[in-house]
C-alpha cells in the first residue's frame, strides 16, 4: 500500500536480515530482539504491544529476559539508521 512504499527499500531489507542475524546469534526471535530494544531504550517510557493470539505474545515475554548493553543499542539501532 501507498503509505508504506518507503519501506520497500534496501536498507530495511538489509535491517531486517541483520536483526535476524541478532535475534538468532541470541537464541530467539527478532520481534523479541526489536521488543527489547524499545523497552530498553532511554527515551521510552512504555510501550503498547496488542496481540491477537495468545502466541503473539511470546516474543514480548521473552524481550523481558534479554539484557541489551550500551553496544547492543547502538548496533541494533544502527539496522535501520
Known sequence: ?????????????????ALEAEAERRGTTPAAVAFAWVLDHPHVTGAVCGPNR??????????????????????????FG
Not at 500500500?1 to 536480515?17: K, W
Open 1 to 17: 500500500p501507498e503509505p508504506y512504499e518507503h519501506l520497500v527499500a534496501d536498507r530495511v531489507f538489509e535491517g531486517l536480515e
Open 54 to 79: 495468545p502466541d503473539q505474545l511470546d516474543p514480548i515475554l521473552a524481550a523481558r529476559d534479554l539484557e541489551l548493553t550500551r553496544e547492543d543499542h547502538e548496533r541494533i539501532g544502527g539496522f
